[in-house]
């Protein structure tokens, strides 16, 4: 009896031993399938970028090096290192309130010398800040960003100041290097850059509209007018970040799936092995999926995708974290980043269109009776509110506040 009872003891526990071995085999061949899978499909996605003309690199994308004798990077180097940590008094509003003229003028002694050397800067265009393309993500220093948007700041500032004395040549030039700041940025394949100089050209814009007078004359309304039909395009500003962004994936989830020394120091983003491994491979091939159908939006109006845009980003928010950790993190406002270039397409058009109004009514004696001028905002002619003498856009989130000052033309002879 006793014997009879180990042998069936025996034999249970060799099938639990035999059941566990049988379960373990069967994770490990479905790891081994899932990943098999995953490593398809996310090789899936780096030929069809590869294909359909994408850049899966960024040093692919990177902007074409400057001759040292025509660079002006050691200029520039020189001139925004004040700017890295600006102080900007409280009282001082660049977007659409009254400047006090004391304050700025005071704020700005600080920085004359900085401001007669961007003036002087030859070859003001020609400007690369050594970044290592090779290294992708790691390669961007966001302090030259800042720095270039805090001196455009003071630049545009500036420009307000020589206005209100009376110099609009002089505020003209501080806005001509704000725009060549701008400038520096246009070949870069970094979604950031692309905003701030997306940044730089609103504080332009907001500039110019403080800077044409009450009263303007033709000739300085003209001179306005060719300076602001001589700035340089935003189109397809956005698009080239997220097209850079998608390289930048690319090439970070390149380099997780290689032994090297970043995945060496973090073990826990390497997807070169471990149990995690077809998971963040699925994670990374839907990742480089999505940006890629935000390359593919950002070519059509603002108007025309900005619902599809919402879709996209609730879709993503909605996604479990422990399944798509590296979309979660890795997954920019694209809302923002495409609404921010169709507004700065819309002041454009109000600047230009405000103008010529101003010139229409020195001309012929009385403003237009209507403009025809499509909002890229809500693909609608733009709002000319002759009762309140003032062109604008009737995009819901800009209609009212202070915000809407600042991308609106009051007409200046306006009774």
Same mark, same amino acid.
């Given at each position: 009896m006793e014997s009879g009872s180990k042998k069936r003891h025996s034999r249970f526990?060799?099938?639990?031993?035999?059941?566990?071995?049988?379960?373990?085999?069967?994770?490990?061949?479905?790891?081994?399938? $899932?990943? !098999?899978?995953? #490593?398809?499909?996310?090789? /899936?996605?780096y030929e069809n970028l590869l294909k359909d003309g994408y850049a899966i690199a960024l040093s692919d994308l990177a902007p074409p090096p400057i001759p040292e004798e025509e660079s002006s990077t050691k200029s520039y180097q020189k001139v925004l290192e004040p700017f890295e940590d600006l102080d900007v008094p409280e009282d001082l509003d660049l977007f659409g309130n009254p400047?006090?003229?004391?304050?700025?003028?005071?704020?700005?002694?600080?920085?004359? /010398?900085s401001m007669k050397a961007f003036l002087s800067i030859e070859n003001p265009t020609k400007c690369r800040f050594g970044w290592e393309y090779?290294?992708?993500?790691?390669?961007?220093?966001?302090?030259?960003? #800042? /720095?270039?948007?805090?001196? /455009?700041?003071?630049? #545009?500032? =500036?420009?307000?100041?020589?206005?209100?004395n009376g110099n609009q040549e002089g505020?003209?030039?501080?806005?001509? %290097?704000?725009?060549? @700041?701008?400038?520096? !940025?246009?070949?870069?394949?970094?979604?950031? $850059?692309?905003?701030? %100089?997306?940044?730089?050209?609103? @504080?332009? !814009?907001? $500039?110019?509209?403080?800077?044409?007078?009450?009263?303007?004359? =033709?000739?300085?309304?003209?001179?306005? =007018?060719?300076?602001?039909?001589?700035l340089t395009p935003i189109e397809g500003a956005v698009e080239f970040g997220f097209r850079g962004w998608v390289a930048i994936q690319a090439q970070l989830f390149q380099s997780l799936q290689e032994?090297?020394?970043? #995945? %060496?120091?973090?073990?826990?983003?390497?997807?070169?092995?471990?149990?995690?491994?077809?998971?963040?491979?699925?994670?990374?091939?839907?990742?480089?999926?999505?940006?890629?159908k935000v390359v593919e939006l950002a070519k059509s109006p603002y108007y025309r995708i900005h619902q599809k845009l919402e879709l996209l980003t609730e879709e993503v928010s909605e996604l479990p974290r422990w399944k798509y950790?590296?979309?979660?993190?890795?997954?920019?406002?694209?809302? @923002?980043?495409?609404?921010?270039? $169709?507004?700065?397409?819309?002041?454009?058009?109000?600047?230009?269109?405000?103008?010529?109004?101003?010139?229409d009514r020195l001309e012929y004696g009385s403003y237009p009776e209507q403009i025809n001028i499509i909002d890229p905002l809500t693909g609608k002619p733009l709002e000319y509110d002759r009762e309140i003498g003032r062109i604008h856009t009737t995009h819901p989130t800009y209609i009212t506040g202070r915000k809407s000052d600042s991308i609106a033309w009051k007409l200046r002879n306006f009774k």
């Amino acid at each position: 009896m006793e014997s009879g009872s180990k042998k069936r003891h025996s034999r249970f526990l060799l099938r639990i031993c035999l059941g566990f071995g049988l379960l373990g085999l069967l994770l490990i061949v479905s790891w081994f399938g $899932a990943n !098999f899978l995953a #490593t398809w499909d996310l090789d /899936s996605v780096y030929e069809n970028l590869l294909k359909d003309g994408y850049a899966i690199a960024l040093s692919d994308l990177a902007p074409p090096p400057i001759p040292e004798e025509e660079s002006s990077t050691k200029s520039y180097q020189k001139v925004l290192e004040p700017f890295e940590d600006l102080d900007v008094p409280e009282d001082l509003d660049l977007f659409g309130n009254p400047v006090d003229l004391d304050i700025a003028t005071d704020w700005l002694k600080e920085h004359q /010398s900085s401001m007669k050397a961007f003036l002087s800067i030859e070859n003001p265009t020609k400007c690369r800040f050594g970044w290592e393309y090779e290294k992708g993500l790691f390669a961007i220093k966001v302090d030259v960003l #800042t /720095s270039a948007r805090e001196a /455009s700041r003071a630049l #545009t500032l =500036q420009a307000k100041i020589h206005s209100m004395n009376g110099n609009q040549e002089g505020a003209r030039e501080c806005l001509i %290097r704000t725009h060549d @700041m701008s400038r520096l !940025f246009e070949k870069e394949p970094y979604i950031f $850059a692309q905003l701030i %100089r997306i940044n730089i050209r609103e @504080m332009i !814009f907001s $500039a110019i509209n403080d800077c044409v007078p009450s009263v303007p004359e =033709q000739k300085e309304l003209e001179s306005w =007018q060719n300076f602001i039909h001589s700035l340089t395009p935003i189109e397809g500003a956005v698009e080239f970040g997220f097209r850079g962004w998608v390289a930048i994936q690319a090439q970070l989830f390149q380099s997780l799936q290689e032994e090297n020394s970043f #995945t %060496r120091e973090n073990p826990d983003l390497a997807i070169n092995g471990g149990v995690y491994d077809p998971i963040l491979k699925w994670d990374a091939a839907y990742s480089l999926r999505t940006i890629r159908k935000v390359v593919e939006l950002a070519k059509s109006p603002y108007y025309r995708i900005h619902q599809k845009l919402e879709l996209l980003t609730e879709e993503v928010s909605e996604l479990p974290r422990w399944k798509y950790p590296l979309t979660l993190m890795l997954f920019p406002n694209i809302h @923002m980043a495409l609404k921010m270039e $169709a507004l700065n397409k819309c002041r454009l058009l109000i600047l230009k269109t405000g103008i010529r109004c101003e010139l229409d009514r020195l001309e012929y004696g009385s403003y237009p009776e209507q403009i025809n001028i499509i909002d890229p905002l809500t693909g609608k002619p733009l709002e000319y509110d002759r009762e309140i003498g003032r062109i604008h856009t009737t995009h819901p989130t800009y209609i009212t506040g202070r915000k809407s000052d600042s991308i609106a033309w009051k007409l200046r002879n306006f009774k």
